[in-house]
Protein backbone atom coordinates (compact mmCIF):
# COMPACT_ATOMS: atom_id res chain seq x y z
CA UNK A 1 0.00 0.00 0.00
CA UNK A 2 1.51 3.67 -0.99
CA UNK A 3 1.23 4.97 2.46
CA UNK A 4 3.36 2.01 4.34
CA UNK A 5 6.42 3.15 2.26
CA UNK A 6 9.83 3.96 4.21
CA UNK A 7 8.98 7.88 3.46
CA UNK A 8 5.62 7.97 4.23
CA UNK A 9 6.69 6.59 7.59
CA UNK A 10 9.67 8.90 8.29
CA UNK A 11 7.72 11.45 7.70
CA UNK A 12 4.94 10.09 10.22
CA UNK A 13 7.59 9.68 12.72
CA UNK A 14 8.88 13.33 12.39
CA UNK A 15 5.44 15.13 12.64
CA UNK A 16 4.50 13.04 15.99
CA UNK A 17 7.76 14.02 17.16
CA UNK A 18 7.04 17.48 16.92
CA UNK A 19 3.11 17.63 18.16
CA UNK A 20 4.45 15.72 21.00
CA UNK A 21 7.01 18.49 21.84
CA UNK A 22 4.07 20.96 21.24
CA UNK A 23 2.04 19.20 23.32
CA UNK A 24 4.70 19.08 26.51
CA UNK A 25 4.72 22.89 26.53
CA UNK A 26 1.19 23.33 26.17
CA UNK A 27 -1.20 23.74 29.43
CA UNK A 28 -3.11 20.44 29.90
CA UNK A 29 -6.53 21.98 29.54
CA UNK A 30 -9.42 18.80 30.18
CA UNK A 31 -13.31 18.60 30.90
CA UNK A 32 -15.25 15.49 32.03
CA UNK A 33 -18.48 14.01 30.52
CA UNK A 34 -21.14 11.94 32.18
CA UNK A 35 -24.04 9.39 30.37
CA UNK A 36 -27.03 8.55 31.91
CA UNK A 37 -29.13 6.04 30.06
CA UNK A 38 -33.22 6.53 30.44
CA UNK A 39 -33.47 3.73 32.42
CA UNK A 40 -31.03 4.58 34.83
CA UNK A 41 -32.27 8.05 35.36
CA UNK A 42 -34.84 8.77 38.55
CA UNK A 43 -37.71 10.17 35.95
CA UNK A 44 -36.59 8.35 32.47
CA UNK A 45 -34.32 11.47 31.46
CA UNK A 46 -31.45 10.59 29.08
CA UNK A 47 -28.76 12.87 30.49
CA UNK A 48 -25.39 14.26 29.91
CA UNK A 49 -22.88 16.48 31.36
CA UNK A 50 -20.00 19.08 30.48
CA UNK A 51 -17.35 20.95 32.77
CA UNK A 52 -15.65 23.43 30.03
CA UNK A 53 -12.35 23.45 31.73
CA UNK A 54 -9.88 26.04 30.41
CA UNK A 55 -9.79 29.57 29.27
CA UNK A 56 -13.24 28.97 26.83
CA UNK A 57 -16.11 31.55 25.69
CA UNK A 58 -18.72 31.71 28.63
CA UNK A 59 -20.94 33.50 26.55
CA UNK A 60 -24.20 31.90 25.34
CA UNK A 61 -26.00 32.59 22.19
CA UNK A 62 -28.93 31.66 20.86
CA UNK A 63 -28.78 31.03 17.47
CA UNK A 64 -32.05 30.92 15.73
CA UNK A 65 -33.72 28.56 13.25
CA UNK A 66 -33.66 29.58 9.41
CA UNK A 67 -34.42 28.74 6.17
CA UNK A 68 -32.27 28.99 3.32
CA UNK A 69 -32.48 29.22 -0.78
CA UNK A 70 -31.63 26.50 -2.46
CA UNK A 71 -27.78 26.94 -3.55
CA UNK A 72 -26.95 28.43 -0.40
CA UNK A 73 -23.70 27.79 1.17
CA UNK A 74 -22.49 27.30 4.57
CA UNK A 75 -19.03 29.15 5.84
CA UNK A 76 -17.38 26.86 8.04
CA UNK A 77 -14.45 28.47 10.13
CA UNK A 78 -11.42 27.51 12.63
CA UNK A 79 -10.94 29.51 15.74
CA UNK A 80 -13.65 31.63 18.17
CA UNK A 81 -13.80 29.04 21.08
CA UNK A 82 -11.13 29.95 23.12
CA UNK A 83 -11.34 33.07 25.61
CA UNK A 84 -13.89 35.79 25.33
CA UNK A 85 -12.82 36.78 22.33
CA UNK A 86 -15.16 34.82 19.14
CA UNK A 87 -13.97 37.23 16.61
CA UNK A 88 -10.86 35.36 16.68
CA UNK A 89 -12.90 33.08 14.61
CA UNK A 90 -11.11 32.40 10.33
CA UNK A 91 -13.49 31.45 7.62
CA UNK A 92 -11.46 28.21 6.39
CA UNK A 93 -14.01 27.02 3.60
CA UNK A 94 -17.45 26.72 2.74
CA UNK A 95 -19.89 23.68 2.30
CA UNK A 96 -23.64 23.56 0.77
CA UNK A 97 -26.54 24.52 3.10
CA UNK A 98 -29.35 22.20 4.15
CA UNK A 99 -32.66 23.87 3.42
CA UNK A 100 -33.39 24.69 7.03
CA UNK A 101 -31.37 24.53 10.28
CA UNK A 102 -32.66 24.25 14.32
CA UNK A 103 -32.04 26.76 16.64
CA UNK A 104 -29.12 26.06 19.09
CA UNK A 105 -27.54 26.94 22.28
CA UNK A 106 -23.84 28.07 21.42
CA UNK A 107 -20.92 28.83 23.57
CA UNK A 108 -17.54 27.51 23.15
CA UNK A 109 -18.71 24.06 22.90
CA UNK A 110 -22.28 24.43 21.32
CA UNK A 111 -24.19 21.71 23.42
CA UNK A 112 -28.10 21.76 22.33
CA UNK A 113 -30.61 22.33 19.57
CA UNK A 114 -34.30 22.71 19.90
CA UNK A 115 -34.80 19.49 19.46
CA UNK A 116 -33.37 18.23 22.36
CA UNK A 117 -30.33 16.67 20.84
CA UNK A 118 -27.68 17.82 23.63
CA UNK A 119 -23.69 17.23 23.56
CA UNK A 120 -20.81 17.03 26.14
CA UNK A 121 -17.07 17.21 25.10
CA UNK A 122 -14.15 16.19 26.58
CA UNK A 123 -10.73 16.24 24.36
CA UNK A 124 -9.26 12.51 24.23
CA UNK A 125 -5.61 13.37 21.99
CA UNK A 126 -4.71 9.98 20.71
CA UNK A 127 -2.57 9.28 18.16
CA UNK A 128 -0.47 12.03 17.01
CA UNK A 129 0.05 10.87 13.84
CA UNK A 130 -3.86 11.06 13.00
CA UNK A 131 -3.74 14.88 13.01
CA UNK A 132 -4.07 16.64 10.17
CA UNK A 133 -4.21 21.08 10.04
CA UNK A 134 -5.51 20.92 6.90
CA UNK A 135 -9.06 19.16 7.71
CA UNK A 136 -11.57 21.74 7.25
CA UNK A 137 -13.20 21.43 10.27
CA UNK A 138 -12.65 21.46 14.46
CA UNK A 139 -14.95 19.96 16.69
CA UNK A 140 -16.76 22.36 17.98
CA UNK A 141 -17.87 23.79 14.40
CA UNK A 142 -18.32 20.29 13.81
CA UNK A 143 -20.69 20.47 16.68
CA UNK A 144 -22.78 23.30 15.02
CA UNK A 145 -22.79 21.20 11.89
CA UNK A 146 -24.66 18.48 13.87
CA UNK A 147 -27.10 20.82 16.30
CA UNK A 148 -28.24 22.51 12.96
CA UNK A 149 -29.27 19.67 11.06
CA UNK A 150 -30.20 16.67 13.82
CA UNK A 151 -33.12 15.53 14.62
CA UNK A 152 -31.43 12.93 17.05
CA UNK A 153 -28.46 11.79 18.32
CA UNK A 154 -28.19 9.01 15.68
CA UNK A 155 -28.72 11.42 13.49
CA UNK A 156 -26.06 13.72 14.38
CA UNK A 157 -23.54 11.51 14.83
CA UNK A 158 -23.84 10.24 11.27
CA UNK A 159 -24.15 13.80 10.22
CA UNK A 160 -20.60 15.02 11.85
CA UNK A 161 -19.54 11.61 10.64
CA UNK A 162 -19.86 12.23 7.30
CA UNK A 163 -19.04 15.82 7.71
CA UNK A 164 -15.90 15.16 8.66
CA UNK A 165 -14.87 12.51 6.30
CA UNK A 166 -15.55 14.37 3.62
CA UNK A 167 -14.18 17.68 4.37
CA UNK A 168 -11.24 16.99 6.83
CA UNK A 169 -11.21 16.75 10.65
CA UNK A 170 -8.80 19.14 11.28
CA UNK A 171 -8.69 18.98 15.73
CA UNK A 172 -7.44 16.79 17.99
CA UNK A 173 -9.22 13.78 19.27
CA UNK A 174 -11.94 14.24 20.75
CA UNK A 175 -15.07 12.52 22.36
CA UNK A 176 -18.89 13.70 22.42
CA UNK A 177 -21.51 12.34 24.58
CA UNK A 178 -24.55 12.42 22.35
CA UNK A 179 -27.96 11.98 23.50
CA UNK A 180 -31.58 12.63 22.54
CA UNK A 181 -35.13 11.59 24.76
CA UNK A 182 -34.57 8.14 24.04
CA UNK A 183 -30.54 7.19 22.68
CA UNK A 184 -27.68 8.29 24.63
CA UNK A 185 -24.03 8.16 22.67
CA UNK A 186 -20.72 8.30 22.64
CA UNK A 187 -18.56 9.61 19.60
CA UNK A 188 -14.85 9.68 19.08
CA UNK A 189 -13.17 11.00 16.24
CA UNK A 190 -9.23 11.56 15.32
CA UNK A 191 -8.10 12.98 11.90
CA UNK A 192 -7.17 10.18 9.39
CA UNK A 193 -3.44 11.24 9.46
CA UNK A 194 -0.99 13.50 7.79
CA UNK A 195 -1.24 12.59 4.18
CA UNK A 196 -5.29 12.22 4.04
CA UNK A 197 -7.87 14.88 4.29
CA UNK A 198 -10.89 13.08 5.96
CA UNK A 199 -11.84 11.71 9.69
CA UNK A 200 -11.50 8.33 11.60
CA UNK A 201 -14.46 7.99 14.00
CA UNK A 202 -16.58 5.56 15.66
CA UNK A 203 -19.94 5.83 17.98
CA UNK A 204 -20.74 3.30 20.52
CA UNK A 205 -24.75 3.27 22.24
CA UNK A 206 -24.63 3.91 26.34
CA UNK A 207 -27.47 0.81 27.58
CA UNK A 208 -30.34 2.36 28.42
CA UNK A 209 -30.02 1.20 32.38
CA UNK A 210 -26.86 2.00 32.26
CA UNK A 211 -24.08 4.99 32.53
CA UNK A 212 -20.40 6.03 31.60
CA UNK A 213 -17.81 8.56 31.70
CA UNK A 214 -15.08 10.16 29.50
CA UNK A 215 -12.33 12.18 31.48
CA UNK A 216 -10.44 12.60 28.24
CA UNK A 217 -9.68 9.69 27.45
CA UNK A 218 -11.07 7.08 24.81
CA UNK A 219 -13.56 5.24 26.11
CA UNK A 220 -14.44 2.92 22.97
CA UNK A 221 -13.76 -0.41 23.23
CA UNK A 222 -14.38 -3.61 20.54
CA UNK A 223 -16.17 -2.18 17.31
CA UNK A 224 -18.96 -4.94 16.34
CA UNK A 225 -19.53 -5.09 13.13
CA UNK A 226 -22.45 -7.04 13.37
CA UNK A 227 -24.43 -4.39 15.47
CA UNK A 228 -26.06 -1.23 13.84
CA UNK A 229 -27.96 -0.62 16.67
CA UNK A 230 -25.13 -0.11 18.71
CA UNK A 231 -22.08 0.67 16.95
CA UNK A 232 -20.93 3.32 13.94
CA UNK A 233 -17.94 3.93 12.51
CA UNK A 234 -16.62 5.44 9.66
CA UNK A 235 -15.38 2.77 6.61
CA UNK A 236 -11.97 3.63 7.19
CA UNK A 237 -11.92 2.35 10.69
CA UNK A 238 -9.88 -0.74 9.93
CA UNK A 239 -7.90 -0.06 7.13
CA UNK A 240 -6.27 3.42 8.97
CA UNK A 241 -5.02 0.92 11.57
CA UNK A 242 -3.68 -1.15 9.30
CA UNK A 243 -1.57 0.96 7.39
CA UNK A 244 -0.33 2.51 10.33
CA UNK A 245 0.61 -0.62 11.85
CA UNK A 246 -1.11 -0.95 14.65
CA UNK A 247 -3.60 -3.81 14.07
CA UNK A 248 -5.01 -6.94 11.90
CA UNK A 249 -7.42 -9.13 12.23
CA UNK A 250 -4.96 -11.63 13.47
CA UNK A 251 -5.14 -9.66 17.17
CA UNK A 252 -8.94 -9.75 17.46
CA UNK A 253 -11.38 -7.26 17.02
CA UNK A 254 -10.19 -3.74 17.06
CA UNK A 255 -10.70 -2.11 20.34
CA UNK A 256 -11.07 1.63 18.87
CA UNK A 257 -9.73 3.15 22.20
CA UNK A 258 -6.60 1.38 22.50
CA UNK A 259 -5.59 1.11 18.76
CA UNK A 260 -6.56 5.06 18.52
CA UNK A 261 -6.56 6.72 21.35
CA UNK A 262 -4.78 4.80 24.51
CA UNK A 263 -4.09 6.67 27.78
CA UNK A 264 -2.93 4.85 31.35
CA UNK A 265 -2.19 8.39 33.35
CA UNK A 266 -4.30 8.91 36.61
CA UNK A 267 -4.98 11.82 35.29
CA UNK A 268 -7.97 10.53 33.39
CA UNK A 269 -8.84 7.22 34.75
CA UNK A 270 -9.08 8.60 38.51
CA UNK A 271 -11.63 10.63 37.51
CA UNK A 272 -13.81 7.47 35.86
CA UNK A 273 -13.06 5.41 38.80
CA UNK A 274 -14.42 8.16 40.94
CA UNK A 275 -17.69 8.53 38.95
CA UNK A 276 -18.23 5.30 38.38
CA UNK A 277 -17.59 4.58 42.18
CA UNK A 278 -19.71 7.07 43.68
CA UNK A 279 -22.89 5.73 41.05
CA UNK A 280 -22.54 2.29 41.33
CA UNK A 281 -20.08 1.71 44.74
CA UNK A 282 -21.44 -1.89 44.87
CA UNK A 283 -18.69 -2.82 42.16
CA UNK A 284 -15.46 -2.26 44.21
CA UNK A 285 -13.66 -0.50 41.07
CA UNK A 286 -9.82 -0.12 41.99
CA UNK A 287 -9.04 3.66 41.81
CA UNK A 288 -5.46 2.73 40.70
CA UNK A 289 -6.85 0.18 37.81
CA UNK A 290 -5.99 1.27 34.33
CA UNK A 291 -9.18 -0.13 32.53
CA UNK A 292 -13.04 0.34 33.48
CA UNK A 293 -16.38 -0.42 31.83
CA UNK A 294 -17.35 1.05 29.01
CA UNK A 295 -20.66 1.81 31.17
CA UNK A 296 -22.34 0.50 34.35
CA UNK A 297 -25.72 -0.07 35.90
CA UNK A 298 -26.00 2.30 38.82
CA UNK A 299 -26.47 0.97 42.28
CA UNK A 300 -29.46 3.15 42.15
CA UNK A 301 -31.27 5.14 39.76
CA UNK A 302 -29.33 8.91 38.88
CA UNK A 303 -31.29 12.26 39.45
CA UNK A 304 -30.34 15.45 37.67
CA UNK A 305 -29.39 17.03 41.31
CA UNK A 306 -26.71 13.44 41.53
CA UNK A 307 -24.73 15.23 38.56
CA UNK A 308 -24.93 18.12 39.73
CA UNK A 309 -23.28 16.69 43.18
CA UNK A 310 -20.72 14.57 41.25
CA UNK A 311 -19.39 17.60 39.14
CA UNK A 312 -18.55 19.40 42.31
CA UNK A 313 -16.58 16.78 43.89
CA UNK A 314 -12.72 16.75 45.09
CA UNK A 315 -12.64 12.93 46.09
CA UNK A 316 -14.05 14.04 49.25
CA UNK A 317 -14.09 10.93 51.89
CA UNK A 318 -11.52 8.88 49.74
CA UNK A 319 -7.54 8.69 50.04
CA UNK A 320 -7.25 11.36 47.48
CA UNK A 321 -9.13 13.91 49.30
CA UNK A 322 -7.75 17.49 47.84
CA UNK A 323 -8.95 19.30 50.43
CA UNK A 324 -6.66 17.24 53.22
CA UNK A 325 -2.70 17.51 53.85
CA UNK A 326 -0.83 20.15 53.19
CA UNK A 327 -1.13 21.31 49.94
CA UNK A 328 -4.86 22.30 50.74
CA UNK A 329 -3.21 24.69 53.21
CA UNK A 330 -5.12 25.61 56.76
CA UNK A 331 -8.64 26.23 55.28
CA UNK A 332 -8.85 22.87 53.02
CA UNK A 333 -8.33 24.59 49.23
CA UNK A 334 -8.90 21.60 46.97
CA UNK A 335 -8.06 23.81 44.17
CA UNK A 336 -4.22 22.93 42.69
CA UNK A 337 -2.69 25.79 40.31
CA UNK A 338 -0.82 25.25 37.09
CA UNK A 339 3.13 23.45 38.23
CA UNK A 340 5.93 22.79 36.41
CA UNK A 341 5.90 18.63 35.49
CA UNK A 342 8.94 17.63 36.02
CA UNK A 343 8.38 16.63 39.43
CA UNK A 344 5.18 14.68 38.80
CA UNK A 345 1.32 15.81 38.67
CA UNK A 346 -1.32 17.15 41.18
CA UNK A 347 -4.24 14.68 41.43
CA UNK A 348 -6.56 15.91 39.08
CA UNK A 349 -10.54 16.25 40.32
CA UNK A 350 -13.71 17.23 38.64
CA UNK A 351 -14.31 20.22 39.52
CA UNK A 352 -11.81 22.69 38.76
CA UNK A 353 -11.54 26.52 39.41
CA UNK A 354 -10.20 26.79 36.20
CA UNK A 355 -13.45 25.96 34.29
CA UNK A 356 -15.41 28.35 32.47
CA UNK A 357 -19.00 26.78 32.53
CA UNK A 358 -20.34 23.67 33.31
CA UNK A 359 -23.86 21.86 31.94
CA UNK A 360 -26.12 19.20 33.08
CA UNK A 361 -28.69 18.27 30.47
CA UNK A 362 -31.89 16.19 30.53
CA UNK A 363 -33.15 15.15 27.46
CA UNK A 364 -37.05 13.37 27.97
CA UNK A 365 -38.54 12.10 24.95
CA UNK A 366 -42.31 11.85 26.48
CA UNK A 367 -42.46 15.76 26.17
CA UNK A 368 -42.04 17.94 23.24
CA UNK A 369 -38.92 18.57 22.37
CA UNK A 370 -39.03 22.73 23.55
CA UNK A 371 -39.87 21.40 27.07
CA UNK A 372 -38.35 18.10 27.44
CA UNK A 373 -34.73 19.42 27.05
CA UNK A 374 -33.74 21.32 30.38
CA UNK A 375 -30.16 22.96 30.58
CA UNK A 376 -28.79 23.15 34.16
CA UNK A 377 -26.14 25.75 33.38
CA UNK A 378 -23.50 26.93 35.69
CA UNK A 379 -20.66 29.86 34.71
CA UNK A 380 -17.33 29.24 36.17
CA UNK A 381 -16.49 26.19 38.74
CA UNK A 382 -18.61 23.76 39.27
CA UNK A 383 -18.14 23.99 42.90
CA UNK A 384 -18.67 27.60 43.73
CA UNK A 385 -21.69 28.25 41.30
CA UNK A 386 -25.26 27.79 41.01
CA UNK A 387 -26.91 25.46 38.71
CA UNK A 388 -30.03 27.36 36.78
CA UNK A 389 -32.68 25.90 34.47
CA UNK A 390 -32.75 26.97 30.69
CA UNK A 391 -35.23 25.03 28.02
CA UNK A 392 -34.52 24.29 24.52
CA UNK A 393 -36.98 25.97 23.35
CA UNK A 394 -36.44 29.02 24.73
CA UNK A 395 -35.26 32.33 22.59
CA UNK A 396 -33.17 34.45 24.83
CA UNK A 397 -31.31 34.07 27.89
CA UNK A 398 -30.53 37.11 30.40
CA UNK A 399 -28.37 39.97 28.91
CA UNK A 400 -25.85 39.24 32.10
CA UNK A 401 -25.05 35.49 30.76
CA UNK A 402 -24.79 36.68 26.77
CA UNK A 403 -22.18 39.34 27.59
CA UNK A 404 -18.57 39.59 29.57
CA UNK A 405 -14.70 39.11 29.03
CA UNK A 406 -11.97 37.75 31.02
CA UNK A 407 -10.09 41.15 30.77
CA UNK A 408 -13.18 43.45 32.05
CA UNK A 409 -14.39 43.05 35.60
CA UNK A 410 -18.24 44.00 35.02
CA UNK A 411 -21.43 42.86 36.71
CA UNK A 412 -21.58 39.89 33.66
CA UNK A 413 -23.00 36.57 35.29
CA UNK A 414 -19.47 34.55 34.62
CA UNK A 415 -17.81 37.32 36.88
CA UNK A 416 -20.52 36.98 39.72
CA UNK A 417 -18.85 33.47 40.20
CA UNK A 418 -15.43 33.81 39.35
CA UNK A 419 -15.34 36.81 41.89
CA UNK A 420 -17.06 34.25 44.66
CA UNK A 421 -14.42 31.50 43.48
CA UNK A 422 -11.50 33.43 43.63
CA UNK A 423 -12.58 35.27 47.37
CA UNK A 424 -13.51 31.58 48.67
CA UNK A 425 -9.86 30.57 47.94
CA UNK A 426 -8.61 32.55 51.35
CA UNK A 427 -10.29 30.83 53.44
CA UNK A 428 -12.16 27.95 51.38
CA UNK A 429 -12.88 25.36 54.50
CA UNK A 430 -15.25 28.38 55.80
CA UNK A 431 -16.70 30.10 52.66
CA UNK A 432 -17.58 27.05 50.87
CA UNK A 433 -20.31 27.02 53.29
CA UNK A 434 -21.62 30.17 52.45
CA UNK A 435 -21.47 28.85 49.01
CA UNK A 436 -23.10 25.72 49.60
CA UNK A 437 -26.06 27.09 51.24
CA UNK A 438 -27.19 29.86 49.00
CA UNK A 439 -26.30 27.46 45.94
CA UNK A 440 -28.45 24.74 47.64
CA UNK A 441 -31.61 27.07 48.48
CA UNK A 442 -31.50 28.21 44.73
CA UNK A 443 -31.38 24.79 43.30
CA UNK A 444 -33.75 23.41 45.65
CA UNK A 445 -36.43 25.63 44.86
CA UNK A 446 -35.54 25.61 41.10
CA UNK A 447 -35.50 21.55 40.91
CA UNK A 448 -38.96 21.56 43.47
CA UNK A 449 -40.50 24.28 40.70
CA UNK A 450 -39.46 22.01 38.19
CA UNK A 451 -42.86 20.15 38.42
CA UNK A 452 -45.60 22.53 38.19
CA UNK A 453 -43.86 25.02 35.63
CA UNK A 454 -43.04 22.19 33.59
CA UNK A 455 -47.27 21.51 33.62
CA UNK A 456 -47.99 24.84 32.98
CA UNK A 457 -46.04 25.13 30.40
CA UNK A 458 -47.35 21.63 28.67
CA UNK A 459 -50.84 23.19 29.15
CA UNK A 460 -49.89 26.52 27.57
CA UNK A 461 -47.79 24.31 24.52
CA UNK A 462 -51.70 22.65 23.76
CA UNK A 463 -52.84 26.07 23.30
CA UNK A 464 -50.11 27.57 21.92
CA UNK A 465 -46.57 26.65 21.46
CA UNK A 466 -45.11 29.94 21.48
CA UNK A 467 -46.78 31.28 24.79
CA UNK A 468 -45.59 28.53 26.56
CA UNK A 469 -41.84 28.76 25.38
CA UNK A 470 -42.58 33.18 26.23
CA UNK A 471 -43.83 31.85 29.92
CA UNK A 472 -40.71 29.73 30.35
CA UNK A 473 -38.43 32.24 29.07
CA UNK A 474 -39.64 34.61 31.53
CA UNK A 475 -39.71 32.04 34.60
CA UNK A 476 -36.15 31.06 34.27
CA UNK A 477 -34.95 34.31 33.31
CA UNK A 478 -36.05 35.71 36.12
CA UNK A 479 -34.68 32.60 38.01
CA UNK A 480 -30.99 32.89 36.48
CA UNK A 481 -30.89 36.92 37.05
CA UNK A 482 -32.20 36.81 40.88
CA UNK A 483 -29.55 34.07 41.33
CA UNK A 484 -26.58 36.31 39.45
CA UNK A 485 -27.66 39.19 41.75
CA UNK A 486 -27.63 37.19 45.01
CA UNK A 487 -23.75 35.74 44.11
CA UNK A 488 -22.47 39.65 43.71
CA UNK A 489 -24.21 40.27 47.18
CA UNK A 490 -22.37 36.88 48.36
CA UNK A 491 -19.11 38.36 47.43
CA UNK A 492 -19.70 41.32 49.54
CA UNK A 493 -21.04 39.43 52.18
CA UNK A 494 -17.93 37.21 52.11
CA UNK A 495 -15.63 40.24 52.40
CA UNK A 496 -17.58 41.70 55.19
CA UNK A 497 -17.89 38.52 57.08
CA UNK A 498 -14.37 37.32 56.97
CA UNK A 499 -12.47 40.71 56.81
CA UNK A 500 -8.26 40.37 57.88
CA UNK A 501 -8.57 36.23 58.28
CA UNK A 502 -11.56 37.09 61.19
CA UNK A 503 -15.10 35.59 61.10
CA UNK A 504 -17.55 37.89 62.17
CA UNK A 505 -15.01 39.59 63.49
CA UNK A 506 -13.62 36.72 65.59
CA UNK A 507 -10.41 35.15 65.53
CA UNK A 508 -10.76 32.06 64.38
CA UNK A 509 -6.40 31.09 64.31
CA UNK A 510 -5.34 27.76 62.17
CA UNK A 511 -6.26 24.26 62.59
CA UNK A 512 -4.11 22.23 65.32
CA UNK A 513 -3.25 19.93 62.75
CA UNK A 514 -1.51 21.89 60.15
CA UNK A 515 -0.10 23.98 62.78
CA UNK A 516 2.04 20.92 63.81
CA UNK A 517 2.32 20.06 60.23
CA UNK A 518 4.32 23.42 59.15
CA UNK A 519 6.43 23.03 62.35
CA UNK A 520 4.67 25.98 64.26
CA UNK A 521 5.81 26.53 67.97
CA UNK A 522 7.84 28.51 70.41
CA UNK A 523 11.44 28.92 69.57
CA UNK A 524 13.52 28.05 72.09
CA UNK A 525 17.43 28.30 72.53
CA UNK A 526 19.81 26.32 74.34
Not at 90 to 115: C, L, M, R, S
Not at 249 to 277: C, I
Request: charged share 25%; glycine share 8%.
Amino acid sequence: MNRNTKRSRLAIAIIAAVTALLAIAAPSFACTSIVVGKDASVDGSVMTTHTCDGTYEFRITLVPAQDWEEGAMRPVYKGGGSGAHVQNKQQVGEIPQVAHTYAYWDIAYPFANENQVMMGETTIGGNRELRNGDGMFEIWELQRIGLERATTAREAIKIMGEIAEKYGYGDSGECLTVIDGNEAWFFEIYGAGPFEIGAVWAAQRVPDDEIGVSANRARIGEIRTDDPDNFMYSENIFQVAKDFGWWDESQGPLHFAKVYGWKDSVYNTRREWRVLDLLAPSLGLDPWAVDYPFSVKPDKKVSAADLMAIKRDHYEGTEFDLTKGLAAGPFGNPNRYATPARLGEWERAISMFRCSYVVVMQARGWMPAEIGGVIWFGEDAPHSTCYVPFYCGQDSVPESFARGSRAVLDDCAWWAFNYVSNIADLKYSYMIEDIKALYTKFETEALAMQPAVEQAALDLYKVDPDLAMAFLTNYTNAHAQKVVDAWWKLADDLMVKYQDGYVDLKTVGYPDEWLMDVGFGFITRD
